[in-house]
């Protein structure tokens, strides 16, 4: 075992820190988790303690070493990854100066708009690619500075929660530039800091640090990380990628035309790019690769298998997921003309509408569980759909596979439907730790293993399943645009419902 060449993928997710060891044909050797602290002091924050992750870190590390029965000097290279856009502020020692702001706090919406009146809206998508948003980091950083100003003025560096893991193993202040060009601080086309923006927010361009590719070393072990991981010290570090990016590198995601597809209590599509395509109005993510000079769009959809897990939750409890979706199976492709919105949570592609809501439209007395069910089957898999529309309208081009992961691949027949509706090849493959998966990988390039991102995906990711879509796509193509419509002629409703309820709970008026 010794013997062999290891890769270390680190992933801190917003629930648990990873340690996932895989050898140079993608076998998972050992996988370890510790879980992590969310905390939400007030309404709309979520923050945790960077110290916290560093210590889930190295419980994983030595768990993983433990459970293969190996010391650190098998490892050759360790790659990074996590959820992406959380702020982590240090001061001039690299003390953690506050709890990180994390990808889904939502108290920065006055810094959003003004990051586009300082910039102008257009300006600020031509240059980052994106507008903002309160998940980002940019505007968390301004948040800080008009807040807590003590603790701003005490800043000296600005991480995000991967490179802050990276900063305890190495020492060294760095970040890769898939991740950086999640914070909106970044010139996409350059794939580096955008002075413009640094200058336009009043953020000292010292604080951010360099920016590597995914498969660069960035450092090394250090003799105190050693220590307390169990690495060993001198073994490099990459640059890694946020969870998005490793994760398409993890299901081998890597060329134009080959989409990742998360089917996830949220919903998220991950395309490839070979340019810094944009879309105009900002209704999709436009990010750096973890790839070396590649991008990618990212479309988001906030309630995918999480509607499916709300329905029956709220409708059928006593019911069986597996159960519940076989009842669909006889239900005529398009529901008999009963479609669901998915915007049980709102939504953020095609639609950045937090006030956005779920329907049923179509109901009859023919319309039985089974046909609810399939609708929101149907209604999700036309969610997806909208950002497919998207990303080729910006210039994508033909989509030849989409690779598909998370909990609601499972389903069979939620597979078949989402071939059909989206009319193109969906696949499996033999990778589940996708994210970690992919940092692994990542390490394995810049360790020589293999000589590119795509040949590491190659060498150890393999389709385990095939679904192609069948004669129900014809009908898909009419009630599609069906779907399409229910948005706009509601949308105006959803914003004068809010305010009715608003106005009501407001008052504590129950009846």
Same mark, same amino acid.
């Given at each position: 075992?010794?013997?062999?060449?290891?890769?270390?993928?680190?992933?801190?997710?917003?629930? %648990?820190?990873?340690?996932?060891?895989?050898?140079? +044909?993608?076998?998972?050797?050992?996988?370890?988790?510790?879980?992590?602290? *969310?905390?939400?002091?007030?309404?709309?924050?979520?923050?945790?303690?960077?110290?916290?992750?560093?210590?889930?870190?190295?419980?994983?590390?030595?768990?993983?070493?433990?459970?293969?029965?190996?010391?650190?000097?098998?490892?050759?290279?360790?790659? *990074?990854?996590?959820?992406?856009?959380?702020?982590?502020?240090?001061? %001039?020692?690299?003390?953690?100066?506050?709890?990180?702001?994390?990808?889904?706090?939502?108290?920065?919406?006055?810094?959003?708009?003004?990051?586009?009146?300082?910039?102008?809206?257009?300006?600020?998508?031509?240059?980052?690619?994106?507008?903002?948003?309160?998940?980002?980091?940019?505007?968390? *950083?301004?948040?800080?500075?008009?807040?807590?100003?003590?603790?701003?003025?005490?800043?000296?560096?600005?991480?995000?929660?991967?490179?802050?893991?990276?900063?305890?193993?190495?020492?060294?202040?760095?970040?890769?530039?898939?991740?950086? @060009?999640?914070?909106?601080?970044?010139?996409?086309?350059?794939?580096?800091?955008?002075?413009?923006?640094?200058?336009?927010? @009043?953020?000292? @361009?010292?604080?951010?640090?360099?920016?590597?590719?995914?498969?660069?070393?960035?450092?090394?072990?250090?003799?105190?990380?050693?220590?307390?991981? &169990?690495?060993?010290? &001198?073994?490099?570090?990459?640059?890694?990628?946020?969870?998005?990016?490793?994760?398409?590198?993890?299901?081998?995601?890597?060329?134009?035309?080959?989409?990742?597809?998360?089917?996830?209590?949220?919903?998220?599509?991950?395309?490839?790019?070979?340019?810094?395509?944009?879309?105009?109005?900002?209704?999709?993510?436009?990010?750096?690769?973890?790839?070396?000079?590649?991008?990618?769009?990212?479309?988001?959809?906030?309630?995918?298998? &999480?509607?499916?897990?709300?329905?029956?939750?709220?409708?059928?409890?006593?019911?069986?997921?597996?159960?519940? +979706?076989?009842?669909?199976?006889?239900?005529?492709?398009?529901?008999?003309?009963?479609?669901?919105?998915?915007?049980?949570?709102?939504?953020?592609?095609?639609?950045?509408?937090?006030?956005? $809501?779920?329907?049923?439209?179509?109901?009859?007395? $023919?319309?039985?569980?089974?046909?609810?069910?399939?609708?929101?089957?149907?209604?999700?898999?036309?969610?997806?759909?909208?950002?497919?529309?998207?990303?080729?309208?910006?210039?994508?081009?033909?989509?030849?596979?989409?690779?598909?992961?998370?909990?609601?691949?499972?389903?069979?027949?939620?597979?078949?439907?989402?071939?059909?509706?989206?009319?193109?090849?969906?696949?499996?493959?033999?990778?589940?730790? @996708?994210?970690?998966?992919?940092?692994?990988?990542?390490?394995?390039?810049?360790?020589?293993?293999?000589?590119?991102?795509?040949?590491?995906?190659?060498?150890?990711?393999?389709?385990?399943?095939?679904?192609?879509?069948?004669?129900?796509?014809?009908?898909?193509?009419?009630?599609?645009?069906?779907?399409?419509?229910?948005?706009?002629?509601?949308?105006?409703?959803?914003?004068?419902?809010?305010?009715?309820?608003?106005?009501?709970?407001?008052?504590?008026?129950?009846?």
């Amino acid at each position: 075992m010794t013997s062999q060449k290891l890769l270390l993928g680190i992933d801190v997710s917003t629930t %648990g820190a990873k340690a996932l060891l895989i050898d140079e +044909v993608g076998r998972v050797v050992s996988s370890a988790t510790t879980p992590l602290t *969310l905390f939400t002091p007030r309404p709309l924050w979520s923050e945790q303690d960077p110290r916290e992750w560093w210590a889930g870190v190295t419980q994983s590390i030595r768990q993983a070493l433990a459970q293969a029965g190996l010391t650190g000097s098998a490892i050759l290279a360790i790659g *990074l990854t996590g959820q992406m856009h959380g702020l982590v502020l240090l001061d %001039g020692q690299g003390d953690v100066l506050r709890p990180a702001i994390l990808w889904n706090d939502q108290r920065t919406g006055p810094q959003c708009d003004e990051i586009r009146s300082r910039l102008g809206k257009e300006r600020l998508i031509q240059i980052t690619g994106n507008d903002a948003l309160t998940g980002f980091t940019a505007p968390k *950083l301004l948040w800080v500075q008009q807040n807590e100003p003590e603790i701003y003025a005490q800043g000296r560096h600005v991480l995000l929660p991967k490179d802050y893991i990276r900063f305890m193993l190495t020492g060294e202040y760095a970040m890769d530039k898939a991740d950086g @060009s999640g914070t909106i601080l970044f010139d996409l086309s350059q794939r580096t800091w955008s002075q413009e923006i640094l200058a336009a927010l @009043s953020i000292p @361009s010292e604080w951010v640090p360099p920016t590597y590719e995914g498969p660069e070393v960035t450092g090394t072990i250090s003799p105190q990380a050693a220590a307390e991981t &169990g690495l060993l010290p &001198g073994t490099p570090v990459v640059g890694g990628a946020g969870d998005q990016a490793a994760q398409a590198v993890g299901v081998g995601a890597v060329q134009p035309g080959i989409i990742a597809l998360t089917l996830g209590t949220s919903g998220v599509v991950f395309a490839t790019t070979e340019a810094p395509l944009i879309e105009p109005q900002g209704r999709l993510h436009a990010f750096c690769h973890a790839l070396p000079a590649h991008w990618h769009f990212m479309g988001v959809m906030l309630s995918a298998a &999480g509607s499916l897990q709300w329905y029956r939750d709220t409708l059928a409890p006593e019911v069986d997921f597996a159960d519940l +979706v076989a009842e669909a199976k006889n239900v005529s492709p398009g529901s008999e003309g009963l479609l669901f919105l998915p915007y049980l949570t709102g939504e953020r592609t095609p639609y950045p509408d937090p006030l956005a $809501r779920a329907a049923w439209v179509g109901l009859t007395v $023919r319309h039985e569980r089974a046909h609810l069910t399939r609708a929101v089957l149907e209604g999700v898999a036309f969610g997806i759909k909208d950002s497919f529309t998207l990303i080729q309208q910006a210039g994508l081009g033909a989509i030849s596979q989409v690779r598909v992961s998370g909990g609601g691949a499972k389903s069979p027949l939620w597979q078949q439907i989402m071939a059909d509706v989206l009319d193109v090849e969906l696949v499996t493959v033999n990778t589940t730790e @996708s994210a970690a998966f992919g940092a692994a990988l990542l390490a394995g390039v810049g360790a020589g293993i293999f000589t590119s991102v795509p040949a590491a995906c190659e060498a150890t990711i393999h389709l385990t399943g095939r679904v192609q879509p069948s004669p129900a796509r014809t009908a898909y193509r009419d009630f599609y645009p069906r779907y399409r419509a229910l948005y706009p002629a509601l949308v105006s409703e959803f914003r004068t419902m809010a305010g009715v309820v608003s106005q009501r709970l407001g008052a504590g008026k129950t009846q």
